[in-house]
T-cell receptor, first 109, second 112 residues
Framework: AQRVTQPEKLLSVFKGAPVELKCNYS??????LFWYVQYSRQRLQLLLR??SRESIKGFTADLNKGETSFHLKKPFAQEEDSAMYYC???????????FGKGITLSVRP | DTGVSQDPRHKITKRGQNVTFRCDPI?????LYWYRQTLGQGPEFLTY????????KSRLLSDRFSAERPKGSFSTLEIQRTEQGDSAMYLC??????????FGPGTRLTVT
């Protein structure tokens, strides 16, 4: 069965500091990995997906199949990055998402 | 298009009562998903529709839960004989056949 693990619940950093949000997964097939973000009082929205290899709002994530990881990184955090972040993977033809428990990122001024 | 909408946004009910939630997906999105999120957890998959056909149901979905998507447009999720353990945020998402899932704002259910 597929699983997504986000080992930390909270990461608190100062503005301008680097950020790394960890995500590990287990899946027997070839996974498709995502990061979703939920800002305060807003709905869950897609931040980035590994197949697009884009940088969104300065965030990047590289799929490491050897370590089964998909960590989210940003070199210089901004206060507006404060939010809840969820790592997720898609499995099967129906594209249902399996989410991790999420991590709260708090960026202090 | 204002995105995925859900109604009601909040529902408080007494144990044993039935509740029904509605989800209106983005128009022309073939796929519709229901997820449930409890405190401190990520969303968990409940069920999935492609057009009007319900193609998968999670083991989390007990016999008290039923979902429909008549005519392949809006969807309803009904919970019969609610229990306190049903208290959660119920999320709906829609997507085209291959593409990003867009989430609604959710319906927060509190069972007293």
């Amino acid at each position: 069965a597929q699983r997504v693990t986000q080992p930390e619940k909270l990461l608190s950093v100062f503005k301008g500091a680097p950020v790394e949000l960890k995500c590990n997964y287990s899946y027997s097939g070839s996974p498709e990995l995502f990061w979703y973000v939920q800002y305060s009082r807003q709905r869950l929205q897609l931040l980035l997906r590994h197949i697009s290899r884009e940088s969104i709002k300065g965030f990047t994530a590289d799929l490491n199949k050897g370590e089964t990881s998909f960590h989210l990184k940003k070199p210089f955090a901004q206060e507006e990055d404060s939010a809840m972040y969820y790592c997720a993977l898609i499995s099967g033809a129906n594209s249902k998402l399996t989410f991790g428990k999420g991590i709260t990122l708090s960026v202090r001024p | 298009d204002t995105g995925v909408s859900q109604d009601p946004r909040h529902k408080i009910t007494k144990r044993g009562q039935n509740v029904t939630f509605r989800c209106d997906p983005i128009s022309e999105h073939n796929r519709l998903y229901w997820y449930r999120q409890t405190l401190g957890q990520g969303p968990e998959f409940l069920t999935y529709f492609q057009n009007e056909a319900q193609l998968e149901k999670s083991r989390l979905l007990s016999d008290r839960f039923s979902a429909e998507r008549p005519k392949g447009s809006f969807s309803t999720l009904e919970i019969q004989r609610t229990e306190q353990g049903d208290s959660a945020m119920y999320l709906c998402a829609s997507s085209p056949l291959s593409g990003e899932q867009y989430f609604g704002p959710g319906t927060r259910l509190t069972v007293t």
